[in-house]
């Protein structure tokens, strides 16, 4: 359960968890990646996700964020016990040689 002693990894691990219920390979990347590989260096306040393949039904991928506490608002998923928002990049993501994707297991 999410709640607001919830970490950007568990909060993400959680959401990718719900994710892969539904068959699809999420992905953290961008500054939250950067962040549950190097905290100490940096700290992102939000969750940035590429699905692999895409998303067949954009409904279903609300309802099972809805499921867990989150609500979609102009593009972003909210949860009302965290901080952390969930942002969903097109995929494919395209890596910089200084970024980072970190895979994320629940």
Same mark, same amino acid.
Request: hydrophobic share 55%; aromatic share 8%; glycine share 12%.
């Given at each position: 359960m999410i709640d607001e002693t919830s970490t950007l990894? &568990?909060?993400?691990?959680t959401a990718a968890? *719900?994710?892969?219920?539904l068959?699809?390979?999420?992905?953290?990347?961008?500054g939250s990646a950067a962040t549950l590989h190097a905290p100490e260096a940096y700290r992102s306040a939000d969750i940035d =996700?590429? #699905?692999i393949g895409?998303?067949?039904?954009n409904a279903e991928v #609300?309802?099972?964020? *809805?499921? #867990?506490?989150?609500?979609l608002q102009n593009g972003m998923f909210f949860h009302k016990q965290s901080p952390y928002t969930i &942002?969903?990049?097109p995929s494919p993501v =395209? =890596? *910089?040689?200084?970024?980072?994707?970190?895979?994320? =297991?629940?």
């Open positions: 990894a &568990e909060i993400a691990a968890g *719900a994710l892969r219920e068959g699809y390979d999420p992905v953290v990347v961008g =996700m590429v #699905i895409g998303v067949r039904q #609300i309802d099972k964020l *809805a499921a #867990i506490g989150f609500a &942002e969903f990049v =395209m =890596m *910089a040689p200084s970024g980072f994707c970190v895979p994320l =297991m629940s």
